[in-house]
């Protein structure tokens, strides 16, 4: 039988915010708009599924004593790159798992081209850098065509490395990381795995401040309850009145806090009962009417400050969403590599996320590995709530997490 080989897939994102002072940002410039063709706007529902659908799978597992933070859209676009090697039942799980299974590939690529291309020129005062990049060993064969549709879909880097050269071809990979997130992801390999065969890794880079950034100086201690109804002080920002978006439906509440020229918005949803009850019943239906019901005003807004970490393995997660096959001797990654042999072994996410009067700092990374086969309350959030990170005109969620103790920290 073939020795089967061993491919390494790992996305890193990170999200950090913009230093300034002041109270408004200093260029004038609005930016522009996210233009998406109609097939396109087609598939921002279905992403946002996916994130939806990733979101709750971690929900269900952390305890009521940890916070969470992912994101789904890198995940979305490593999974586009893979899914580019990929034929027959593999590709269609892993089309499933993306809920994108309703468009062809090129769709699919097309997509994703737009969102690399053109997100990160949105707003002048916004910096988002997307990065792909693919490194293999010298000593394994790679279809060109599974390189080339990565380097025009995805502007993929593609570089051979001598993998059996552990120590350099390490620090090469990590070294790429941490320049792309900005020195927020130092490093996402600790060793190099025997077997190793290729890496593909996707890292998202969003550096931003709020609309109207928070006064430090009101910043303020106060209780925030937690699950288990104790509490617990933590540090609370306010702003007195800033514009934003609300909305009150059936005993829940929900804010979007802009963050500069409108282009990105933070929404924070936080139900007066049980927040894992609540997230039993979000899916994409639900959540698109809670956007809907969102209406500009200026009000006050009390959030705390938080900064944690998370990381988890989503093997089980990937599997229970359609992507069975790819973990599997069944799966078929013909098309980076003729000879085939290879099955997705692990998947592991890690992000971070730190909100102040500033703005968001936050990074994730994820690694795949490939072996052998009532009347409106005021806007304080002091207890457990979600939030999501969007790109305001389209809905596209970059982000989501929940907060269920902000005094939480590395």
Not at 53 to 78: E, M, Q, R, T, Y
């Amino acid at each position: 039988m073939m020795r089967k080989l061993t491919l390494f897939l790992l996305f890193a994102t990170a999200i950090t915010a913009c230093k300034k002072s002041g109270n408004n940002p200093d260029n004038k410039d609005k930016g522009k708009d996210l233009v998406l063709t109609a097939t396109e706007q087609q598939q921002i529902g279905p992403g946002n599924a996916f994130t939806l659908n990733l979101f709750k799978a971690n929900a269900i597992v952390i305890s009521n004593d940890k916070n969470l933070v992912i994101s789904p859209l890198s995940v979305s676009f490593a999974l586009g790159m893979t899914g580019n090697g990929a034929s027959g039942q593999t590709l269609a799980g892993i089309r499933k798992t993306m809920e994108f299974d309703g468009f062809t590939e090129d769709e699919v690529n097309a997509y994703h081209h737009n969102l690399v291309t053109n997100l990160p020129l949105l707003d002048p005062n916004t910096t988002i850098k997307i990065a792909n990049s693919i490194w293999y060993a010298n000593s394994y064969t790679v279809l060109p065509a599974f390189l080339k549709t990565n380097t025009d879909f995805y502007n993929a880097e593609v570089q051979s490395l001598n993998f059996n050269d552990k120590t350099a071809s390490l620090n090469t990979i990590n070294n790429w990381v941490s320049q792309q997130t900005n020195n927020k992801i130092p490093k996402i390999l600790d060793q190099m795995p025997d077997g190793a065969r290729m890496f593909l890794i996707n890292a998202i880079y969003f550096k931003s401040s709020w609309k109207t950034r928070f006064d430090a100086k009101q910043t303020y201690k106060a209780p925030f309850a937690l699950a288990d109804n104790i509490t617990v002080q933590a540090n609370f920002m306010t702003a007195r009145p800033v514009e934003l978006k609300k909305a009150y439906d059936n005993g829940t509440n929900v804010v979007e806090l802009p963050y500069s020229n409108d282009k990105y918005g933070m929404v924070l949803v936080m139900p007066d009962g049980d927040l894992k009850t609540y997230i039993n019943t979000l899916n994409p239906t639900k959540w698109n009417l809670l956007m809907g019901k969102l209406t500009a005003a200026k009000a006050d807004i009390t959030i705390p400050k938080f900064k944690f970490s998370y990381d988890i393995t989503l093997n089980d997660m990937l599997k229970s969403m359609g992507m069975s096959v790819a973990f599997s001797d069944l799966a078929d990654f013909s098309r980076i590599n003729a000879g085939g042999g290879l099955k997705i072994s692990e998947v592991k996410h890690k992000a971070y996320i730190d909100v102040n009067e500033d703005g968001t700092e936050a990074a994730a990374v994820t690694e795949v590995g490939m072996v052998a086969t009532a009347a409106p309350p005021t806007n304080v959030f002091n207890k457990p709530f979600i939030f999501a990170i969007r790109e305001m005109k389209t809905g596209l969620i970059l982000f989501a997490g929940i907060v269920n103790n902000p005094t939480l920290s590395d």
